[in-house]
């Protein structure tokens, strides 16, 4: 069948599922749009390219399936960099498709060109420059196969304004095949058989869990592992909600803002399971201080990762959920009885070192006090939750209690302020009829606040929680610790009237600055219809603790007592 160039991509989402997109037009896909406007596909248009971007990532997390954004060439590619960047770093699903000028025209620095490809090289698992419109159905189909399978990731396909007009015979295909890229999903079975073995013989096991459990959807697997030979379960900030938070063996966060019970269970267990993590720099700390008494496991769908930063003993290539499958056959009739003391032990540390803060004044608000109570108010609807970057991030991890995956999405391996709000708004485009709530820092939602627009435009009714201390607080946290509390511009005073900016963009704002206000204000803004802002004015010197120095070993915690 004929098509033009911009058929063949609205033709490509139809046999992909693609319900909806994010982005922005430009002059280089005003033909694209033309067509998603004649074809009454769903687009979501944001305020910024940036926001177009976290908006898809923030809809792949929430779904699993492939977010899609559209941007125009030049500054519009380029504004989805930050955002292609944040999926790639945390294993995320995107498809960008960017217009290019006229291939003509390509080399010639016309008029909004940019080198995306080269640009985003080093960002994307592939990219993709159409050069031949018979090329096209076949790199869409490439795209698509490429995100969504081994470790997941963005790719991207750069569009040039001419070929979108061209004419070509459109024929999709029903499969692919990509010379040097055959992903491994079946562990090697000697690995797996040594990997049960070790798991038999340790009297101090330890589950370490990262993001790749949710992405494969391993989460029954690994906490029936965890139950069947007596595991504790230590989880990084992209794992979280792949184990329930109350489950009796799960020790949180690891690293350097980890709990107490994880960061020495790490330093004194015999045996580490590593599932789907990659030993990021946040939570091995100084590398030989790391589990120095450990065997190392490691299970992960990406060969690159295996002894990248910590050399393992028994490496697993595979996906993980078929991996653990794997291993808990081998382990149907295993003892279990030797690992008790020492799941008693990581009990014992968990219940004498929690998370600790004191709110003993109506007048000075604690911001963990407020995220408490953000859960507790709205922990029976089961919400997705989202957070900016910064230290309301590390908060939301210690005191918002996850019990599902795919219900907390935040930036990890990028850490990318600005993530949280547009992640929300692509969360609820996900799930229409699901509770949103976005958990923001008063410098990260400044960085994507125009999307206040976009909320409001969309009825997408996120709640928005502005943790506003008036300070980059993270900043302000590391040059009190580390540079003899020299606060140098990490002040935000010139910052809006939170409230007025929401109210201007149509939203309504609301606003807490005493504790025995907090819970009446978010029952009433769960009330509210549409999106709403609470602009929570919280103690500008709280510290997020414990914390680990850089460089230190991660048992060496300022505030872990």
């Given at each position: ?9 609205l ?13 922005f ?76 000028v ?24 592939h ?19 490429i995100?969504?399978?081994g ?9 040039p304004?001419?070929?979108?007009v061209e004419?070509?015979d ?6 692919v ?6 992903p ?7 690995q ?8 038999r013989r ?5 589950l ?16 029936t592992?965890?139950q069947?030979?007596r ?8 794992g979280?909600?792949s ?12 690293g350097m ?16 399971v ?21 065997k ?9 990762e ?15 959920r ?11 009739n295993a ?5 008790e ?17 004191c709110?003993?004044?109506?007048e ?33 991890a ?6 599902r ?6 930036s990890?391996?990028l ?14 485009v ?36 502005v943790i506003?201390n008036?300070?980059?607080?993270m900043?302000?946290?590391?040059q ?14 010139g ?17 807490v ?18 999106p709403v ?17 850089p ?7 300022i505030g872990?007592?």
């Amino acid at each position: 069948m004929k098509m033009t160039g911009a058929e063949m991509v609205l033709a490509a989402f139809e046999e992909e599922g693609v319900e909806v997109v994010f982005g922005f037009p430009g002059g280089a896909v005003l033909t694209l749009y033309d067509e998603i406007f004649k074809k009454g596909l769903r687009h979501i248009l944001t305020r910024h390219e940036q926001g177009a971007a976290h908006a898809a990532d923030g809809y792949a997390r929430a779904t699993g399936k492939p977010g899609v954004v559209i941007a125009t060439s030049g500054p519009g590619a380029t504004n989805l960099v930050t955002g292609i960047a944040t999926a790639y770093m945390d294993s995320v699903p995107l498809v960008a498709i960017t217009g290019q000028v006229a291939r003509p025209n390509i080399g010639t620095d016309a008029f909004q060109e940019a080198d995306i490809t080269g640009i985003s090289l080093p960002i994307t698992k592939h990219n993709f420059l159409v050069k031949d419109i018979g090329e096209l159905p076949r790199m869409m189909k490439e795209a698509f196969h490429i995100a969504n399978t081994g470790r997941k990731g963005p790719v991207l396909i750069d569009l040039p304004k001419d070929l979108q007009v061209e004419q070509g015979d459109f024929v999709y295909p029903s499969k692919v095949e990509i010379p040097g890229y055959k992903p491994t999903y079946a562990g090697h079975p000697g690995q797996i058989s040594k990997a049960a073995q070790a798991i038999r013989r340790a009297s101090r096991p330890l589950l370490y869990t990262g993001g790749g459990v949710v992405s494969s959807g391993a989460q029954a697997e690994l906490l029936t592992l965890s139950q069947q030979a007596r595991i504790p379960i230590t989880t990084t900030l992209t794992g979280l909600g792949s184990v329930p938070h109350d489950y009796e063996l799960f020790l949180g966060m690891p690293g350097m803002h980890g709990t107490y019970a994880a960061n020495h269970a790490l330093n004194e267990c015999d045996l580490l399971v590593a599932v789907g993590t990659r030993f990021d720099d946040r939570v091995t700390g100084k590398l030989d201080t790391f589990v120095p008494r450990a065997k190392i496991i490691h299970i992960d769908i990406d060969p690159a990762e295996i002894s990248k930063n910590v050399v393992v003993d028994i490496p697993i290539v595979g996906d993980v959920r078929l991996t653990l499958e794997q291993i808990l056959k081998r382990l149907a009739n295993a003892e279990t009885d030797g690992t008790e003391e020492w799941c008693q032990m990581v009990r014992e540390w968990k219940a004498a070192h929690p998370f600790r803060y004191c709110q003993d004044s109506a007048e000075c608000l604690k911001p963990q006090f407020v995220i408490e109570e953000i859960y507790r108010v709205t922990r029976d609807k089961g919400p997705i939750l989202t957070t900016d970057v910064g230290q309301h991030q590390m908060w939301a991890a210690h005191y918002f209690r996850v019990n599902r995956p795919r219900k907390f999405i935040s930036s990890g391996g990028l850490g990318t302020m600005g993530f949280g709000f547009p992640a929300a708004l692509g969360a609820q485009v996900a799930h229409p009829d699901e509770l949103v709530v976005c958990i923001a820092g008063d410098g990260s939602f400044q960085m994507n606040s125009q999307e206040l627009a976009t909320a409001v435009h969309y009825r997408l009714p996120v709640k928005i929680a502005v943790i506003n201390n008036a300070y980059l607080g993270m900043v302000r946290q590391w040059q009190k610790y580390f540079y003899e509390g020299r606060y140098a511009h990490s002040s935000m005073a010139g910052s809006p009237d939170f409230v007025r900016l929401a109210e201007a963009y149509g939203a309504a704002g609301l606003r807490v600055a005493s504790a025995d206000a907090v819970t009446p204000t978010i029952e009433r803004a769960l009330e509210m219809d549409g999106p709403v802002l609470i602009d929570f004015q919280v103690d500008p010197e709280e510290n997020v603790l414990p914390m680990v120095a850089p460089n230190t070993s991660i048992v060496e915690m300022i505030g872990g007592e």
